[in-house]
């Protein structure tokens, strides 16, 4: 399904969820690219998925426009 790995994403998601609880060790999240698509998987809890949009969101704007063409480094 994935043409390349973003790990970063889950790997930022994790350090910020092992603030909250450590059970955030056990996460199997991943991130992924897919053409010009970026795919994340999000923990199963609307808690979780709240917190963690709200760590990377920020960020993800930059992100999509360097996938998307629309944005330099």
Do not use: W, Y
């Not at 991130?31 to 709200?54: D, Q």
């Amino acid at each position: 399904m994935a043409e390349r790995n973003a790990p970063g994403i889950a790997e930022a998601i994790r350090v910020k969820s092992l603030q909250i609880t450590d059970k955030a060790m056990l996460s199997r999240g991943a991130s992924v690219i897919r053409g010009r698509t970026l795919i994340v998987n999000l923990p199963g809890s609307p808690k979780a998925v709240k917190e963690s949009l709200g760590f990377i969101l920020g960020a993800l704007d930059h992100g999509l426009g360097i996938l998307r063409g629309t944005a330099t480094d």
